[in-house]
């Protein structure tokens, strides 16, 4: 069983669209987060969730919007699609909030905005 | 600020050779590290962590990582690299709720 899945893992659409990521954690884990990786492999955290309040909002374009249903699943969903928002999209869960537990992290979801 | 340095963006060694990844920190007081590995295509996977006590961490896949505060240092090291460790690896420091990872360092492993 896979820990962290988002889905979906490849995504290719125009700009202007609107689309979703969804990620689901079967780790019990109270807390998740979605990170953007760019084209240099850089991470930067977008949002985090504890037990489905948002914790962290960083500097994100308010295109960006996650909702956490419960606190097994954190969707990402982004309006207005822009070439700049081409990146990897990683979704990951810890026990707490960024303290002692590490990151589980999903395998990615590469979007790609022609 | 609080932040975590790799200097090195890419390493390149030689199968069977050592390693040694560079980390260091810059927090207001001792952050929690964590060392993590990307391979191609794949999220990230932990290595090892520290919190307190014991300064020389074991870690998975014969990686360890030795925390000195003297130089704000937690570096990675292995003795002896293996084709499969080709990847990214990032350094991740963890403090007061905010948390940082570095740039990243490829590693390229020649046959």
């Known amino acids: 069983d896979t820990a962290v899945s988002q889905t979906p893992k490849y995504l290719v659409t125009q700009m202007g669209n609107d689309k979703s990521i969804k990620c689901e954690q079967n780790?019990?884990?109270?807390?998740m987060y979605w990170y953007k990786q760019d084209s240099k492999k850089f991470l930067k955290i977008m949002f985090s969730?504890?037990?489905?309040?948002?914790?962290i909002n960083e500097t994100v374009p308010n295109r960006f919007s996650p909702k956490s249903p419960d606190k097994a699943h954190l969707n990402l969903h982004i309006n207005s699609l822009e070439l700049g928002d081409s990146a990897v999209y990683f979704c990951a869960s810890s026990q707490g909030h960024l303290n002692t537990g590490e990151l589980f992290f999903g395998e990615g979801s590469r979007l790609t905005v022609l | 600020a609080q932040s975590v340095t790799q200097p090195d963006i890419h390493i390149t060694v030689s199968e069977g050779a050592s390693l040694e990844l560079r980390c260091n920190y810059s927090y207001g007081a001792t952050p929690y590290l964590f060392w993590y590995v990307q391979s191609p295509g794949q999220g990230l996977q932990l290595l090892l962590k520290?919190?307190?006590?014991?300064?020389l961490v074991q870690g998975i896949k014969g990686f360890e990582a030795e925390f000195k505060r003297s130089q704000s240092s937690f570096n990675l090291r292995k003795p002896s690299v293996h084709w499969s460790d080709a990847a990214e690896y990032f350094c991740?420091?963890?403090?007061?709720?905010?948390?940082?990872f570095g740039d990243g360092t490829t590693l390229t492993v020649k046959p």
């Open positions: 520290y919190f307190s006590g014991d300064t």
């Open positions: 780790l019990g884990h109270d807390t």
């Open positions: 991740q420091g963890t403090n007061a709720g905010k948390s940082t």
């Open positions: 969730y504890n037990n489905k309040e948002l914790i």
